[in-house]
């Protein structure tokens, strides 16, 4: 009986170290997505709305996050849409910890350009917390209309 008890323990262990532990890294959504529209029009009566919104793809874990973005365009007449044209990415951002732990995430942008940003299409703010110490850390996130975004990231004292 014992002998027997040995080769089963030991095909579970073997077994046990063949298959990986997978250990899913978890992506929630940021609370605070937001959408903008403009409108313009061109020669012929001819007017077009585009529309975007945000949000915010945050790996709880990493603190790694994603911008994603949606756009959809309309151009119509006095009488018919003669145009629908829509777009969608998300880019991989860096991560705002160096190290792993459990994360809590949210962010938000800038209004539309026409109001008050002061370069290219504006920026975002991006805040993210440990939940397991009390780390804080806030980012600021603004285009430089010069190709590439300026991006800051700051500790929060407690006092």
């Known amino acids: ?59 709880v874990k990493t603190s790694e996050y994603f911008r994603c973005q949606v756009t959809l365009a309309l151009t119509r007449d006095n009488k018919e849409v003669i145009n629908v044209q829509s777009d969608s990415s998300c880019a991989k951002r860096p991560r705002i910890f160096d190290t792993d732990s459990s994360y809590s995430f949210d962010a938000t942008e800038t209004e539309p350009p026409n109001t008050n940003s002061f370069f290219g299409t504006g920026g975002y703010a991006v805040w993210a917390s440990d939940n397991t110490a009390r780390k804080v ?15 800051k990231c700051l500790d929060m004292k407690f006092e």
């Open 137 to 151: 850390r806030g980012c600021i996130i603004i285009t430089s209309g010069l190709g590439s975004d300026i991006s």
């Open 1 to 59: 009986m014992s002998h027997v008890m040995k080769i089963a323990l030991g095909a579970v262990l073997a077994l046990a170290t063949l298959v990986p532990v997978a250990h899913a890294d978890d992506f929630k959504l940021s609370n605070n997505q937001r959408i903008s529209c403009s409108r313009g029009l061109a020669p012929g009566k001819l007017s077009t709305a585009t529309c975007k919104s945000f949000a915010y793809i945050f790996n």
